[in-house]
């Protein structure tokens, strides 16, 4: 059996470009192209995912309570570290992502908080990207790892 030291938190879809980011209980995961019906497909950013505990630490740091849904990634894990982690394999429930780089925050997380760009700015705050290597589907309290290749 598999133990896995993480959790998928949250999943939100992208209707289009600059569009608005809809929760959703679970997604499909398409390789080489992303979360099915997210206006990002293909490429090395096909997925973008945060962490929960880094996103606490920023709303403690500067006194809000925004939702993070604002910081315009796909996913949000809890339990896992995101930080240095280019060119590693993490596992979402049966589905691998591909680890390519971090998430630098853009001028857009200044319009939900100003200061918040700065804020996530530091340690991989913004979270990682990614290319998912599985077909497969995804869903609110999935198990997430690291995979040693």
């Not at 569009?19 to 979360?35: E, K, Q």
């Not at 740091?61 to 925004?66: A, K, N, P, T």
């Not at 691998?96 to 857009?108: L, S």
Request: glycine share 14%; with cysteine; proline share 3%.
């Amino acid at each position: 059996m598999v133990q896995y030291n993480g959790k998928l938190e949250a999943i939100w879809l992208k209707r289009a470009r600059l569009g608005p980011m809809d929760p959703v209980a679970r997604a499909i995961l398409r390789a080489g192209a992303g979360l099915l019906n997210n206006a990002n497909q293909g490429g090395k950013r096909q997925v973008t995912i945060i962490s929960k505990e880094t996103w606490a630490t920023v709303m403690e740091r500067l006194g809000v309570e925004i939702d993070p849904s604002a910081r315009r990634a796909n996913l949000m894990v809890s339990g896992i570290d995101l930080e240095n982690t280019r060119g590693k394999i993490l596992q979402i429930g049966s589905c691998r992502i591909h680890v390519w780089g971090e998430t630098r925050p853009c001028e857009r997380m200044d319009q939900a908080w100003q200061g918040l760009r700065a804020a996530l700015g530091d340690h991989w705050g913004g979270g990682i990207f990614g290319e998912v290597l599985d077909d497969g589907e995804i869903a609110l309290g999935d198990g997430v790892q690291w995979v040693i290749e």
